[in-house]
């Protein structure tokens, strides 16, 4: 039975039994089926992605390769209406247009010989290649490849073609000269004067299905094969050319290549081949370029290549950071809940399996920044158990039962883990529908894994513990509280916190404008920036020196430490990237550079990703502040929105003071921050809700004071794990994924800052009459909601 099917059956069978496990009442059958799912779902799992080196699918930035991002160019084309005048006109792009370029780039492609590379459309113009291991010797033939444009035509060459060449014979106005040229070695053309053809095409490239290269008795020959129609008008134009006693022209692109007579008689069969000097290579590359000819011109427009030596250090950085991160995590989580803690654990480890092995059903990609996705996902997985746990310490104090505590923990804390999980899953969405390249493949492991540890945290805990009841393991439980109950006026100082933030972000913001381009990496830019390794330890001075030898403008040298070993990052503008590295091996050949990574981004390219990535910002605060909304009340929306921005601002203000480069993955690490952000606050607003909905007649600032307080284990909690995680991918996960982790370090420090001195105050001050206005507004709401159940 196919695959497919059998996972949708096993999936189809696990939906049922998690709606039989939601709408169950029975405590015994809820503990059987919540047993029966997480097993059934971790067996599935572990099954699709063991052993994870065979299923899980690298990016080319793991497993080395080069991607490249063409763009079909738009074209002045004559045209003639029926009168015959001539016009021009701007080609557009249709449709049609791209499929054809795809098929054509992906014979091309194959013709390489590389494996399993992939070609899509992108967007209404532009084609993405990636073409793993691809090796720095092919690289310029697939340039080439990729950008060639081939306009085949077959015209008849004019009987005494040489005499009017030498002028013995009078110009002929039905025929035109055009040079001869033909394939020499590495597929150079050669020049051999010029040719008399007919000035009107006989038949088109378009027509030819099928080329090929193949050695024979004679060298190297491309055999052609048409269809049905050029066949017909291939084996008239045979025909008057053999009558003739001339010869046929096979123009590529204006020129003649080949000028063979037909002296066998008419070609009837519908193929045909072009013999001449070739080698192997110019053979099977005007084979690539004559089979379905590409006939709109393409530029690339966005180029990447990653060695696949920088992939294995990358994953080694990243698998090293990831599972330090993950025992740290544990061994905290441990002592500090103690039973919970280990409830907890079993927990995260069931959350990876679950977590790859979606990944592997998807078909999703893991890149650098994924491995990211999934060491930030066990940190913020923790959130939610942390949330359920702090409940349960509350309930326990107010003297329930064991079991009647951990039923009201879970009760109580489902609101705010579902609440904050959703505001992350809308920020991971859009930018994952605006994101590109390796970011996309971090969207999707944050989606995966937020569903995954909403899922261990509220059913695979929940049920660990019933057993545990059940069986009678635990009596009660005891748990580690480092951060005892406080009485903190955290809205009394609202006005000093305030002015203070305000401070800060309008600082972020001029250091930020002062520095202007120097913020933007090459994606926003453009430009290229290249990466070497080095036997030796090279010397930015001397290399920068040497560099500027060649003129090329504004160039930037730094050295960037990794896990492993020390990079070489060379910044300078596009198209130059090659260029430098061959300078340097020429001219320092001492070092031994080796060439790990290459990005050549083009200023449009650039613009468009900038543009993006702010549409991708407004509208994940867009999203947020109509969640919000609907789940909460408007003020509490504004005073979401307002931590979010102040979050954002104060993290690129001193990410921009560290002198650090704005790129895609660091874009994808502000979304995230905004999601963490609007987590944070979340937590707290609905502590808030939840009082005043309970007639508390204390001051809504006592309100706010109260649940904040309530809150600021929970809050320093998941800050402190969130921190440690990062912290270890800070210091382990290279360039990239060091980056990374700075920017969602310095978010995370200002995210728990905002959600305790920042949100409150701004609702507080929304809502006027000293918040009595939310007050209000929640009570109508609540009357509403009873209304209507």
Not at 496 to 524: C, H, P, Q, Y
Not at 705 to 728: D, F, H, Q, Y
Request: some cysteine; proline content about 3%; aromatic content about 6%.
């Amino acid at each position: 039975m196919d695959q497919n099917v059998v996972i949708f059956t096993y999936g189809l069978a696990l939906l049922i039994v998690f709606a039989w496990y939601l709408f169950s009442d029975s405590e015994r059958v809820r503990r059987i089926l919540g047993t029966i799912l997480t097993v059934a779902l971790t067996a599935l799992c572990l099954s699709l992605a063991y052993p994870p080196e065979k299923k899980i699918q690298l990016g080319l930035d793991l497993k080395g390769g080069t991607s490249f991002l063409v763009r079909l160019v738009t074209e002045e084309v004559e045209t003639t209406d029926a009168k015959g005048n001539k016009t021009k006109e701007t080609r557009v792009i249709t449709p049609s247009m791209v499929e054809q370029a795809v098929e054509v780039i992906r014979k091309r492609v194959d013709t390489l010989g590389t494996s399993e590379p992939i070609i899509a459309p992108q967007g209404a113009d532009r084609i993405l290649v990636q073409i793993p291991g691809l090796s720095p010797e092919k690289l310029q033939d697939t340039r080439e490849q990729l950008q060639k444009v081939a306009k085949l035509e077959f015209r008849k060459v004019h009987p005494q073609s040489s005499a009017i060449i030498q002028g013995t014979v009078p110009p002929d106005p039905g025929y035109v000269r055009l040079q001869h040229v033909e394939m020499g070695e590495a597929g150079k053309l050669v020049e051999r004067g010029e040719i008399v053809v007919r000035k009107t095409i006989d038949l088109e490239g378009k027509h030819v299905i099928r080329a090929g290269a193949s050695f024979e008795a004679k060298g190297w020959v491309v055999h052609l094969n048409f269809d049905s129609f050029g066949a017909r008008v291939f084996g008239d134009l045979t025909t008057e050319v053999y009558n003739d006693r001339s010869a046929l022209a096979i123009v590529l692109d204006g020129k003649v290549i080949s000028a063979p007579g037909v002296s066998n008689g008419p070609i009837l069969g519908g193929s045909c081949e072009i013999s001449g000097s070739f080698d192997e290579r110019s053979a099977r590359n005007l084979a690539s370029s004559l089979e379905n000819p590409l006939q709109t011109p393409v530029s690339i427009e966005d180029e990447r290549s990653a060695a696949a030596s920088l992939g294995a250090d990358s994953i080694s950085s990243g698998v090293k950071s990831g599972i330090y991160g993950v025992v740290a995590t544990l061994i905290s989580v441990l002592l500090y809940y103690r039973f919970p803690g280990l409830v907890a654990n079993i927990a995260l480890a069931i959350n990876m399996i679950v977590l790859l092995g979606t990944m592997v059903m998807f078909g999703s990609v893991l890149t650098l920044p994924g491995i990211a996705g999934i060491i930030l996902t066990l940190g913020m997985a923790i959130d939610a158990n942390v949330l359920i746990y702090e409940r349960l310490r509350e309930e326990m104090a107010e003297g329930k039962t064991l079991k009647a505590s951990i039923s009201a923990a879970y009760d109580k804390a489902f609101s705010a883990i579902f609440d904050s999980n959703v505001t992350t899953l809308i920020t991971a969405t859009i930018l994952f529908w605006k994101a590109a390249g390796p970011v996309k493949g971090f969207a999707v492991t944050l989606t995966l894994g937020i569903i995954a540890s909403m899922f261990t945290a509220l059913v695979v805990t929940r049920n660990l513990f019933e057993w545990a009841i059940h069986l009678g393991w635990i009596k009660k439980i005891t748990m580690t509280n480092l951060i005892k109950a406080t009485n903190i006026d955290f809205l009394g100082k609202r006005r000093i916190a305030v002015t203070f933030s305000l401070l800060i972000m309008a600082l972020s913001i001029g250091l930020f404008a002062f520095r202007g381009e120097k913020n933007f990496g090459v994606d926003f830019v453009g430009g290229d920036r290249l990466v070497l390794a080095a036997q030796q330890k090279p010397n930015e001075g001397e290399v920068r020196a040497s560099v500027e030898k060649l003129g090329l403008g504004e160039v930037v040298v730094q050295t960037e430490r990794s896990a492993n070993k020390d990079f070489l990052t060379i910044r300078s503008p596009k198209g130059t990237g090659d260029k430098i590295w061959t300078h340097l091996s020429t001219t320092m050949p001492q070092v031994g550079f080796q060439k790990e990574q290459l990005e050549s981004v083009g200023p449009l390219v650039g613009k468009e990703l900038g543009i993006n990535s702010l549409i991708a910002l407004g509208l994940g605060m867009l999203g947020i502040l109509i969640y919000v909304s609907i789940r909460f009340e408007l003020s509490f929306a504004i005073g979401a929105l307002v931590a979010l921005l102040h979050d954002v601002i104060i993290t690129l203000g001193v990410f921009s003071l560290m002198g650090r480069e704005m790129s895609l993955v660091i874009v994808g690490a502000i979304l995230t921050i905004a999601g963490y952000s609007v987590n944070d606050t979340i937590v707290v607003f609905d502590r808030i809700r939840e009082h005043i909905k309970a007639q508390r007649r204390e001051s809504v600032a006592e309100i706010m004071n109260k649940a904040i307080n309530e809150t600021l284990s929970r809050t320093i909690l998941t800050g402190g794990v969130t921190l440690m995680t990062t912290l270890v991918l800070f210091l382990l996960g290279g360039p990239v994924l060091g980056d990374f982790a700075a920017t969602i370090l310095i978010g995370v420090v200002v995210g728990t800052y905002s959600s305790i001195f920042v949100a409150a105050p701004i609702v507080l001050w929304w809502s006027g009459r000293g918040g009595e206005a939310l007050r209000k507004e929640i009570e109508e709401s609540e009357a509403q909601a009873q209304v209507t159940a």
